[in-house]
Nanobody, 126 residues
Framework: QVQLVESGGSLVQPGDSLRLSCAAS????????VAWFRQVSGEEREFVAG????????YYADSVKGRFAISRDNAKNTIYLQMNSLKAEDTAVYFC???????????????????WGQGTRVTVSS
């Protein structure tokens, strides 16, 4: 059984940093596209950052570029999202996703991912 388990969400103040983790089990994601999405209640799930399989090139939403960094540790089968200079508008539930069959052109499409975690809540508020 494949599982993705996120952790690290918290209540923080604007300007703070936070690192989210996503531990995978049941299969290796070292050769899969992996990504972070976020969702605010009542809105669609939004792409935040992704790594395509193979070369490890990273992709970001414009709203987080320069502030967030996605990475993965293949030995630990874990995906990370380092979030710096957090803003109130970053408040959301953050989900990690794994897509063994996801192609590059669909990296930002949540429908292209086969595996999802349960989400971890990030609240940025003073």
């Amino acid at each position: 059984q494949v599982q993705l388990v996120e952790s690290g969400g918290s209540l923080v103040q604007p300007g703070d940093s936070l690192r989210l983790s996503c531990a995978a089990s049941g299969r290796s994601f070292s050769n899969s596209a992996v990504a972070w999405f976020r969702q605010v209640s009542g809105e669609e799930r939004e792409f935040v950052a992704g790594i395509f399989r193979g070369g490890g090139k990273t992709y970001y939403a414009d709203s987080v570029k320069g502030r967030f960094a996605i990475s993965r540790d293949n030995a630990k089968n874990t995906i990370y999202l380092q979030m710096n200079s957090l803003k109130a508008e970053d408040t959301a539930v953050y989900f990690c996703a794994g897509g063994p069959s996801t192609i590059l052109s669909q990296l930002r499409n949540p429908g292209a991912y086969a595996y999802w975690g349960q989400g971890t809540r990030v609240t940025v508020s003073s």
